[in-house]
């Protein structure tokens, strides 16, 4: 390639230089170490590597000479540079070789080119001489073949224009045929070849009209389309509307589509909701929408109501489809156009969002009818099973708002919340007014019931028995609650609406004991007069009789009706769960009500003042019913700023049948178990549903009433057994001949004696008759054994106690007395035992412990008074009396101490 011979060998070049270096300066030198090539190439100047093409290396390095020559200065820096050049040029040389490859590669390609080029050419030449020959033999005969050719071309065009414009004037009956049969796209299609002919063949005067006349065709047909558009709002078919889209498509009007088809469903709103109240209303038609509903009569209300919401129903259902068409049929653009496929994605784009939100503005314009036709008619006249159909239809249409339309439906939950308030209000006072009523009438008889008998039984509880299983599940799950919104699409394949069913559905009862009726809570007296509900009531009491051999719970025609309200008030509060804290408040009032009435009425006469019959919680609870549901002395009935009375009532009263003061029927013992049995019956349903309302009352910080009712009321329930059947045994009892008896016993005898004494045998004897007499009331009721124990319970309470009222009375005792009293009351438990068969004896440490008592110490006795504070003042001081009967200072001492702790006995 014309290199220097020193450049293809350097290797010797370097070695003949450097040896003739070394051999000039081989006494001069002492460094004889090798440098690296890379400190070499490290160490040649910057300005060296310039390639501006300015640089001048002989001009460089005589400026940098000194002024003063030295030699070998000179051959010292010649030396140097000499041996960069050889560095350099090797490494020039190693590259130059590295790429010899590359280029011998590239050699070959630019061989291979200049071949191709050789053809190329060699082509070139013979089409040119191929061209000269043709040019050579063309004749004029040829020329005129051509031109013939080319005159019946333009003949056979002319005949194709003729019989085009033939084809477009028939064209118009082609089209009315397809727009009649509903193909239109197949019209559009063929109405926009019109077009594009007549455009095509515009030089024809002719054709000039008949674009005029096309231009109208489609304006007509876009009218078509339009109206069928609208009919797509109210019965939605698949086959059409898909036919209507493409031809929306073919005229690159599918935006203008979506809006006209929100336009046809607003108007179709509208015009629906008004045809279907005015079908009701009647009257003159340019009356506004909320003027019509105002005038609908009140029996049609409800029907009106349903109409309305088939018809709103039909419209939301088939603006769901649309949705769903377009969800199923999404438009995929073209990428072999750019600017088509990014101007089609916009236009899907436009569509999806105004589908999506179309769905929640559709919603919003049927739920401002709905709570219109709400707010203009007065519902508070309708009876309670048609105000739970207008509950389960508005409940119906907040779950398609909710899983249709993603809407909570505020507004309408809110006027609905409204209009429940202001029936409930009334509703709630009224019944009450009712209980009280029933109460008052009621002469607790037993209600012949199944021994499977429950409150889920009962047809109040039929809608409500799903949730309730649900609730009692043990990981709390719900089938029920998750599957709650399933029917909808059941309806929206189907053409039959969600408010087609019924949702009052009845279903027959089956609580009766061997088929007996019931005369008074078979009853529905919620929707009569108070003055029809007493002559129901007594003429019921009249046909009541006693029936034997009943096993069931027992339960009274007043409890059934507490549990049917219940039932209904719990229908209202799952329909509308926004009042379920309200309703459920005021359900637990009858619980209340019921529970404070068969206290006081069958507590008055108790003879017992001791509040060792009371426990704390059942003390609260009557405290808390008095104050908040009872009308005290001289207090009347207020009324809020809506005109509504209070929740306060009056005290009830027993009825005149039921009497207390028989002594042969044991003061009215069996009336008393039947009340307080009834109550604790109640409270388990009530406990039942504990889990439901729980549920029911989602928010934490509104189970505050919640709590404080099955944490308080329903847990004293089984308290006022207490009170109530000590009233009948303080009776029965004669406590006054057994302290008489005892006060004539000698506690000063010094010897004890094998027999008892007398007043044993007389509390014995009263143990016995009482065991009859409970006997004769377990032939008539079915007597489980918590009420004996209750009733036995009471017995030891007050035999127990009137023991240590007797022996405190002695004022001294010797030894031997203290010993009689330990045999007394030995041979009194054993014979109880025996006769009640209740082990052991309710309350016997009562007693054991006061006798215990008598045999402590002086010094210690002081320790065991301030301990035992169930002892009443009295019995301390008989305790110290006899205790102390020889120490007159220590027996002042302690009575003194006594005296002090009063206010805690």
Known sequence: MGLNPELLNPLDSIRHDFQDDAKSEASQSTEGEAVPDQEILESIE?????????????????????????????????????????????????????????????FQEILK??????DVLEICRMGRFDLNLAKKQFTTASLGILANYRKRQTVQQLLNSLNTIKTLQKTEDRLQELLKEENYPGAISLLLECQSAAQTYKHFHCVVALHGKLQDTLEQSEETLDHTLSRICLQFDKKTYSSVQEAYKLLGKTQTAIDQLHMHFTAAIHN????????????????????????????????????LSKALWRIVCSYHQVLSWHKSNPSSPEASDPPKNL???????????????????????????????????????????????????????????????????????????????????HYHVCRLDELRIFLEHDGWELCPVKSTFVATQLQEFKSLRPALIDCRSPDGSSEHDNSVFGWLHRYLETDVSPFDVGMDETMDEDILANNLSLDISGGDYSEVSSDEETEIIDEGSKKKKKKRGITGPMVTNTTLSVLRICGRYLQMSRLLRSIAVTVTQSMFQFFELYFYAIHNFFTSDLEISSDSVYSPIL??????????????????????????????????????????????????????????????????????????LERLIKEKEERGFLNQFYGQTIASAVDLRK??????????????GVLNLMGKVNWEVRDVMSQHSPYVDKILKEVLEMKKRLDEVGAILPLVDEVKTAIWENVGHLVTHTLVEGFSNGKKCSNGGRALMQLDYTQLKSNFEIITSVRPMPHSEYVETYIKAYYISENILEGWIKEHKEYSVKHLIGLISCACQNNKKSRQRLISIVEEQRPNR
């Not at 300015?54 to 400026?63: M, N």
């Not at 009170?723 to 006054?736: N, T």
């Open 46 to 106: 910057l300005s060296y590597y310039n390639t501006d093409g300015t640089f001048d290396s002989c001009r460089h390095e005589l400026k940098k000479l000194p002024d003063k020559l030295n030699c070998k200065d000179i051959e010292r820096y010649y030396k140097r540079l000499k041996q960069q050049q050889q560095v350099v040029s090797k490494k020039v040389l190693q590259l130059i070789l590295q790429q010899q490859s590359a280029c011998n590669a590239e």
């Open 113 to 118: 080119l200049q071949e191709q080029l050789q």
């Open 272 to 307: 629906t909701a008004f045809s279907a109240v005015h079908s009701y209303a009647g009257g003159d038609i340019k009356r506004q929408y909320k003027q019509i509903c105002q005038s609908i009569p009140r029996d049609s209300q409800i029907n009106c109501l349903i109409d």
């Open 343 to 425: 101007e089609e994605t916009f236009s899907n784009q436009y569509i999806k969002q105004k589908l999506e939100n179309g769905m929640t503005r559709i919603w919003h314009d049927v739920e401002i009818k709905i709570c219109t036709f709400l707010t203009a008619t007065d519902l508070t006249s309708l009876k309670f099973e048609q105000f739970v159909q207008v509950l389960g239809i508005i409940n119906r249409l907040i779950e398609v708002g909710e899983e249709l339309c993603g809407s909570k439906t505020e507004n309408l939950q809110k006027t609905m919340r409204n209009q429940c308030f202001l029936y409930f209000s």
């Open 619 to 692: 003390k609260l609870t009557l405290a808390r019913i008095r104050e908040n549901l009872i009308l005290g002395e001289g207090e009347v009935k207020e009324e809020d700023g809506n005109g509504m009375r209070s929740v306060k009532i009056q005290q009830p009263m027993l009825s005149m049948t039921v009497d207390l003061a028989n002594e042969k029927r044991l003061y009215g013992l069996a009336e008393r178990i039947v009340a307080v049995e009834s109550i604790v019956f109640l409270g388990a349903q009530y406990e039942s549903l504990k889990s439901y």
């Open 723 to 736: 009170p109530v059947y000590m009233a009948v045994v303080s009776r029965a009892f004669d406590v006054a």
